[in-house]
Protein backbone atom coordinates (compact mmCIF):
# COMPACT_ATOMS: atom_id res chain seq x y z
CA UNK A 1 0.00 0.00 0.00
CA UNK A 2 1.36 3.63 -0.72
CA UNK A 3 -0.13 6.57 -0.22
CA UNK A 4 0.36 9.96 -1.94
CA UNK A 5 -0.08 13.66 -1.06
CA UNK A 6 0.49 16.04 -3.41
CA UNK A 7 0.90 19.32 -3.09
CA UNK A 8 1.74 23.19 -4.75
CA UNK A 9 -1.07 23.54 -6.77
CA UNK A 10 -2.13 27.26 -7.48
CA UNK A 11 -2.86 30.15 -9.25
CA UNK A 12 -0.86 31.64 -11.80
CA UNK A 13 -0.72 33.73 -14.23
CA UNK A 14 0.34 32.95 -17.90
CA UNK A 15 3.95 32.52 -18.45
CA UNK A 16 4.88 31.61 -14.61
CA UNK A 17 6.00 28.70 -13.08
CA UNK A 18 5.04 26.18 -10.47
CA UNK A 19 6.41 23.21 -8.70
CA UNK A 20 4.48 20.35 -7.57
CA UNK A 21 5.28 17.84 -5.00
CA UNK A 22 3.79 13.99 -4.45
CA UNK A 23 5.16 12.78 -1.12
CA UNK A 24 4.96 9.10 -0.61
CA UNK A 25 4.30 6.95 1.90
CA UNK A 26 3.83 3.06 3.17
CA UNK A 27 6.29 1.65 0.84
CA UNK A 28 9.82 1.07 -0.93
CA UNK A 29 9.16 4.38 -3.35
CA UNK A 30 12.10 3.92 -4.96
CA UNK A 31 10.46 0.50 -6.59
CA UNK A 32 7.93 2.64 -8.08
CA UNK A 33 7.84 4.15 -11.09
CA UNK A 34 5.92 7.76 -10.52
CA UNK A 35 3.95 9.70 -12.93
CA UNK A 36 2.20 12.92 -13.04
CA UNK A 37 -1.59 13.26 -14.67
CA UNK A 38 -3.87 15.62 -15.31
CA UNK A 39 -8.10 16.09 -15.94
CA UNK A 40 -9.08 19.40 -17.05
CA UNK A 41 -13.48 19.97 -16.80
CA UNK A 42 -14.62 17.65 -19.38
CA UNK A 43 -12.01 15.64 -20.32
CA UNK A 44 -10.51 12.84 -19.41
CA UNK A 45 -7.11 12.18 -17.17
CA UNK A 46 -4.30 11.92 -19.09
CA UNK A 47 -0.56 11.68 -19.00
CA UNK A 48 1.77 14.86 -18.51
CA UNK A 49 5.14 12.88 -17.24
CA UNK A 50 6.31 9.73 -15.82
CA UNK A 51 9.62 8.74 -14.13
CA UNK A 52 11.23 5.13 -14.10
CA UNK A 53 12.89 3.83 -11.21
CA UNK A 54 16.05 4.10 -13.03
CA UNK A 55 15.04 7.39 -13.85
CA UNK A 56 13.93 7.85 -17.04
CA UNK A 57 11.66 10.27 -18.49
CA UNK A 58 8.62 10.70 -20.55
CA UNK A 59 6.42 13.52 -21.43
CA UNK A 60 3.50 14.34 -23.48
CA UNK A 61 4.18 16.52 -26.40
CA UNK A 62 2.21 19.45 -25.08
CA UNK A 63 4.65 19.89 -22.20
CA UNK A 64 7.89 18.88 -23.48
CA UNK A 65 10.58 21.53 -22.69
CA UNK A 66 8.69 23.10 -20.57
CA UNK A 67 7.96 20.95 -17.29
CA UNK A 68 10.27 18.41 -16.06
CA UNK A 69 9.26 15.57 -13.48
CA UNK A 70 12.20 14.35 -11.20
CA UNK A 71 12.28 12.54 -8.21
CA UNK A 72 14.44 12.12 -4.53
CA UNK A 73 14.25 8.67 -3.17
CA UNK A 74 15.94 9.58 0.33
CA UNK A 75 12.59 12.48 0.98
CA UNK A 76 9.90 9.71 -1.14
CA UNK A 77 9.12 12.92 -3.39
CA UNK A 78 8.54 12.92 -6.96
CA UNK A 79 8.77 16.22 -8.14
CA UNK A 80 6.65 18.14 -11.34
CA UNK A 81 8.87 21.46 -12.44
CA UNK A 82 6.39 23.53 -14.80
CA UNK A 83 7.44 26.70 -16.45
CA UNK A 84 6.11 29.03 -19.14
CA UNK A 85 2.27 27.59 -18.34
CA UNK A 86 -0.40 28.21 -20.34
CA UNK A 87 -3.85 28.48 -19.46
CA UNK A 88 -4.32 25.24 -21.39
CA UNK A 89 -2.40 23.47 -18.65
CA UNK A 90 -5.66 24.54 -16.25
CA UNK A 91 -6.29 21.25 -14.43
CA UNK A 92 -6.27 18.98 -11.47
CA UNK A 93 -3.19 17.10 -11.31
CA UNK A 94 -2.71 13.71 -9.70
CA UNK A 95 0.12 11.77 -8.68
CA UNK A 96 0.37 7.96 -9.36
CA UNK A 97 2.98 5.73 -7.94
CA UNK A 98 2.80 2.19 -9.74
CA UNK A 99 4.56 -0.96 -9.57
CA UNK A 100 3.91 -4.55 -11.51
CA UNK A 101 -0.17 -4.44 -11.56
CA UNK A 102 -0.13 -1.99 -8.86
CA UNK A 103 -1.44 1.18 -9.30
CA UNK A 104 -1.80 4.30 -6.38
CA UNK A 105 -3.08 7.74 -6.95
CA UNK A 106 -3.34 10.91 -4.98
CA UNK A 107 -6.16 13.06 -4.31
CA UNK A 108 -5.00 15.68 -6.89
CA UNK A 109 -3.89 19.53 -6.90
CA UNK A 110 -5.71 22.09 -8.72
CA UNK A 111 -3.66 24.15 -10.88
CA UNK A 112 -5.16 27.21 -12.50
CA UNK A 113 -3.40 29.39 -15.15
CA UNK A 114 -5.00 32.80 -15.31
CA UNK A 115 -4.52 36.31 -15.95
Known amino acids: QVQLVESGGGLVQPGGSLRLSCAASGSIFSAYTMGWYRQAPGKQRGLVAVITTAGSTNYTDSVKGRFTISRDNAKNTVYLQMDSLLPEDTAVYYC?????????WGQGTQVTVSS
Open 96 to 104: KASRLWWNY
